[in-house]
């Protein structure tokens, strides 16, 4: 793959995810990071234009959606607050540990989109087998790793990273028994992008609070992981080989997903996060003479319109208007519906901060930029594949001196600062 082509299809991979993933810091939980990982997915099946991946490009965002959303259960504000300590044990510990919960977001979500675009007539990924066995990789590494062991990594809440753990084993055993090289080399890279950029991320969070800057800090560390991440799918799909699969996509295969990644994620996140309380509380922050309560009913029911009217047109645009059982989906319809996901989503966020009333969330503007940027690099990305195959020395390697990185970032981080606000102990 040439160089320049391969760096335009990691920034717009990258950007992406990392756009959603900062808006989904408004939502939070499963909904919130499922609704980011499928815009991430679908990124990369705009920079690969081929025919095939147009094929099942609902299935593959989500795909990338399931897998980026079950890491929404894995409960983190406590391992932030370890790398905002002084002790280097401490906080070391919580730059680790980040790693650890970046990625296992990126190698199941990089997992379950690779499998997804192995998956052919010829070589299907027994999805029932899949989900059962990654069911019972959950329970049993939770009861062992937690219940037996007791390795607790954020005393006292959930511990959920266990069975995500046991997920990612059951995911790779079946992928090494199935070949599935590919995939597998796709969710390492997905894996070590998330791990980094999560670590990464907070770093950059505490040297902003340090700085004095007047920014949300936080909202970098979640652009981090998503713009790491994505790059990180990115790559490891690029410099993978990949079997030509059909190039029509049956009519009765895209009815689930879309209704899914239209409708019942985003209507989740409109469930979850427009609640009333939370506006009125966000408006008197910064507007105490503001009539919250009238502002509220309106984002409110502004919101839940939108939502409704995109499942609505992506049902009759991508459904109810194709007559035929199988459907040659084009460029212009992939890259159509992207845009309104992540267009969507970014109003969504500018909604529910009530920046619309005022500058104070300057960050929310900057999603707008970002949208900006894609639509001009995605025009200028057209991708080739390069097979570089399985290295697991190399991947070794790799992890190592992430961790290495992880020291240095240590050492910086507690030489420029006092204790922070929000600071933890894992350790005394």
């Given at each position: 793959m040439?160089?320049?082509q391969?760096?335009?299809?990691?920034?717009?991979?990258?950007?992406?995810?990392?756009?959603?993933?900062?808006?989904?810091?408004?939502?939070?939980?499963e909904?919130?990071?499922?609704?980011?990982?499928?815009?991430g997915?679908?990124?990369?099946?705009?920079v690969?234009?081929?025919?095939?991946?147009?094929?099942?490009?609902?299935?593959?965002?989500?795909?990338?959606?399931?897998?980026?959303?079950?890491?929404g259960i894995?409960?983190?504000?406590?391992?932030?607050?370890?790398?905002r300590?002084?002790?280097f044990?401490n906080?070391?510990?919580?730059?680790?540990?980040?790693?650890?919960i970046?990625?296992?977001?990126?190698?199941?979500?990089?997992g379950?989109?690779?499998?997804?675009l192995?998956?052919?007539?010829?070589?299907?990924?027994q999805w029932?087998?899949l989900i059962?066995?990654?069911?019972?990789?959950?329970?049993?590494?939770?009861?062992?790793?937690?219940?037996?062991?007791?390795?607790?990594m954020?005393?006292?809440?959930?511990?959920?990273?266990?069975?995500?753990?046991?997920?990612?084993?059951a995911?790779f055993?079946?992928?090494?028994r199935?070949?599935?090289?590919?995939?597998?080399?796709?969710?390492?890279?997905?894996?070590?992008?998330?791990?980094?950029?999560?670590a990464?991320?907070n770093f950059?969070?505490v040297?902003?609070?340090?700085?004095?800057?007047?920014?949300?800090?936080?909202n970098?560390?979640?652009?981090s992981?998503?713009f790491?991440?994505?790059?990180?799918m990115?790559?490891?799909?690029?410099t993978?080989?990949?079997?030509?699969?059909d190039?029509?996509?049956?009519?009765?295969?895209?009815?689930a997903p879309?209704?899914?990644?239209?409708?019942?994620i985003?209507?989740?996140?409109?469930?979850?996060?427009?609640?009333?309380?939370?506006?009125?509380?966000?408006i008197r922050?910064?507007?105490?003479?503001?009539d919250?309560a009238?502002?509220?009913?309106?984002?409110?029911?502004?919101?839940?319109?939108?939502?409704?009217?995109?499942?609505?047109?992506?049902l009759?645009r991508?459904?109810i208007q194709?007559?035929?059982?199988?459907?040659?989906?084009q460029?212009?319809?992939?890259?159509?519906?992207?845009?309104l996901?992540?267009?969507?989503?970014?109003?969504?966020?500018?909604?529910?901060?009530?920046a619309?009333?005022?500058?104070?969330?300057?960050?929310q503007?900057?999603?707008?930029?970002?949208?900006?940027?894609?639509?001009?690099l995605?025009?200028?990305?057209?991708?080739?594949?390069?097979d570089?195959?399985l290295?697991?020395?190399?991947?070794?390697?790799?992890?190592?001196?992430?961790?290495a990185?992880?020291?240095?970032?240590?050492?910086?981080?507690?030489s420029?600062?006092?204790?922070l606000?929000?600071?933890?102990?894992?350790?005394?």
């Amino acid at each position: 793959m040439n160089n320049r082509q391969l760096l335009y299809a990691l920034l717009v991979a990258g950007i992406s995810l990392g756009t959603a993933w900062a808006i989904r810091g408004q939502f939070g939980h499963e909904q919130g990071a499922a609704w980011a990982g499928g815009i991430g997915g679908l990124s990369i099946v705009l920079v690969a234009k081929r025919k095939d991946w147009y094929a099942k490009a609902f299935q593959l965002a989500l795909a990338s959606a399931a897998g980026w959303g079950i890491g929404g259960i894995i409960s983190y504000g406590k391992v932030v607050g370890f790398a905002r300590g002084l002790e280097f044990g401490n906080v070391y510990y919580g730059f680790l540990m980040l790693g650890i919960i970046g990625g296992l977001f990126g190698l199941i979500g990089g997992g379950l989109f690779g499998l997804t675009l192995a998956s052919s007539r010829e070589k299907p990924v027994q999805w029932p087998q899949l989900i059962t066995e990654m069911t019972a990789g959950a329970i049993l590494f939770y009861y062992l790793l937690i219940e037996q062991l007791g390795w607790l990594m954020t005393p006292p809440r959930s511990e959920a990273w266990a069975a995500c753990f046991g997920m990612t084993v059951a995911l790779f055993w079946y992928m090494i028994r199935h070949k599935q090289r590919s995939a597998m080399r796709l969710a390492v890279f997905a894996g070590l992008g998330g791990g980094f950029g999560f670590a990464f991320g907070n770093f950059l969070q505490v040297m902003g609070n340090v700085s004095g800057i007047h920014f949300n800090f936080w909202n970098v560390m979640e652009y981090s992981i998503g713009f790491f991440g994505g790059a990180g799918m990115a790559y490891g799909t690029f410099t993978s080989e990949w079997e030509t699969t059909d190039t029509q996509a049956s009519r009765s295969q895209l009815l689930a997903p879309i209704v899914i990644l239209t409708l019942i994620i985003p209507f989740i996140v409109w469930d979850q996060s427009f609640k009333t309380e939370r506006l009125v509380e966000t408006i008197r922050s910064f507007d105490p003479l503001a009539d919250a309560a009238g502002v509220t009913t309106y984002v409110q029911w502004i919101a839940l319109l939108l939502v409704l009217a995109f499942a609505g047109y992506a049902l009759f645009r991508y459904y109810i208007q194709v007559k035929t059982p199988f459907w040659e989906i084009q460029y212009e319809d992939v890259q159509r519906f992207f845009f309104l996901n992540l267009g969507l989503y970014t109003i969504y966020s500018i909604l529910i901060t009530c920046a619309f009333m005022s500058l104070y969330r300057i960050e929310q503007y900057l999603y707008i930029l970002n949208l900006a940027v894609l639509g001009f690099l995605i025009k200028k990305t057209q991708a080739s594949f390069s097979d570089r195959g399985l290295n697991i020395s190399r991947w070794a390697v790799n992890f190592i001196f992430i961790v290495a990185i992880f020291a240095i970032l240590t050492a910086v981080a507690i030489s420029t600062h006092g204790e922070l606000n929000g600071a933890n102990r894992r350790f005394e």
